[in-house]
């Protein structure tokens, strides 16, 4: 009986502890802390949307100039295309307009490369070069007037100079005078030259 006695009034101090613990933490989490606790969990900042993840946002094909085959408004070697986000994306536009898209509106304006061209259609001089190289049409073409006249009257190094020249013209070696790039259907087959520099990182290879 003394010992039943004994256990009731600690049953009820555990109880009354447990039931403290409980209204500190509520006045806690209800107070300023837990309110600027939650207010800094809840508030994560806006992304912009050209920081967007793939799939979050879709971009249009630049629209092709028809005489050059390059973007339009191709501008030191780059042009701009709209991207649009995705439905319910929320971010900041290219004015820093925080706005909830519904995929029709543009949230910012992607870079693409273009290149500079000076009207040297790289069909015309491929042309000139494999039926008329050994008259120098070819380098006449291109704005190279001496090395035209040279083969002109060697009828092209007795063909070995027109046959290098066809083949460093087909390969996109020698182009214009000018340094611009060859007229090339954009959405056609082109060659892209790879070079080596301080910048560029070369991986060792590893064989079997």
Same mark, same amino acid.
């Given at each position: @009986?003394?010992?039943?006695?004994?256990?009731?009034?600690?049953? +009820?101090?555990?109880?009354?502890?447990?039931?403290?613990?409980?209204?500190?933490?509520?006045?806690?989490?209800?107070?300023? /802390?837990?309110?600027?606790?939650?207010?800094?969990?809840?508030?994560?900042?806006?992304?912009?949307?050209?920081? +967007?993840? @793939?799939? $979050?946002?879709?971009?249009?094909?630049?629209?092709?100039?028809?005489?050059?085959?390059?973007?339009?408004?191709?501008?030191?070697?780059?042009?701009?295309?709209?991207?649009?986000?995705?439905? *319910?994306?929320?971010?900041?536009?290219? !004015?820093? *307009?925080?706005?909830?898209?519904?995929?029709?509106?543009?949230?910012?304006?992607?870079?693409?490369?273009?290149?500079?061209?000076?009207?040297?259609?790289?069909?015309?001089?491929?042309?000139? !070069?494999?039926? +008329?190289? /050994?008259?120098?049409?070819?380098?006449?073409?291109?704005?190279?007037?001496?090395?035209?006249? +040279?083969?002109?009257?060697?009828?092209?190094?007795?063909?070995?100079?027109?046959?290098?020249?066809?083949?460093?013209?087909?390969? $996109?070696?020698?182009?214009?005078?000018?340094?611009?790039?060859?007229? %090339?259907?954009?959405?056609?087959?082109? &060659? %892209?030259? &790879?070079?080596?520099? *301080?910048?560029?990182?070369?991986?060792? $290879? &590893?064989?079997?």
């Amino acid at each position: @009986m003394a010992a039943a006695r004994a256990s009731r009034p600690m049953s +009820l101090d555990c109880v009354a502890a447990q039931l403290f613990g409980v209204l500190w933490l509520a006045a806690v989490a209800s107070g300023p /802390w837990g309110v600027a606790a939650s207010a800094a969990a809840g508030a994560e900042e806006t992304p912009r949307c050209e920081d +967007l993840r @793939m799939g $979050q946002y879709i971009c249009k094909d630049p629209k092709i100039n028809d005489a050059t085959q390059e973007p339009v408004n191709c501008t030191n070697y780059t042009a701009h295309v709209p991207c649009l986000p995705a439905p *319910n994306i929320i971010c900041k536009d290219s !004015s820093g *307009n925080e706005t909830h898209f519904t995929g029709k509106e543009v949230g910012f304006y992607k870079v693409v490369p273009c290149r500079n061209v000076n009207g040297y259609s790289y069909k015309v001089a491929v042309a000139l !070069s494999l039926f +008329l190289g /050994w008259l120098g049409a070819d380098r006449f073409y291109l704005g190279y007037p001496a090395l035209g006249l +040279l083969k002109f009257c060697t009828v092209g190094f007795c063909g070995i100079g027109s046959l290098i020249d066809f083949i460093l013209i087909s390969m $996109q070696i020698v182009g214009p005078s000018d340094g611009s790039s060859y007229i %090339i259907d954009y959405y056609g087959t082109r &060659l %892209i030259r &790879l070079s080596i520099t *301080n910048e560029t990182f070369r991986k060792t $290879q &590893l064989y079997p």
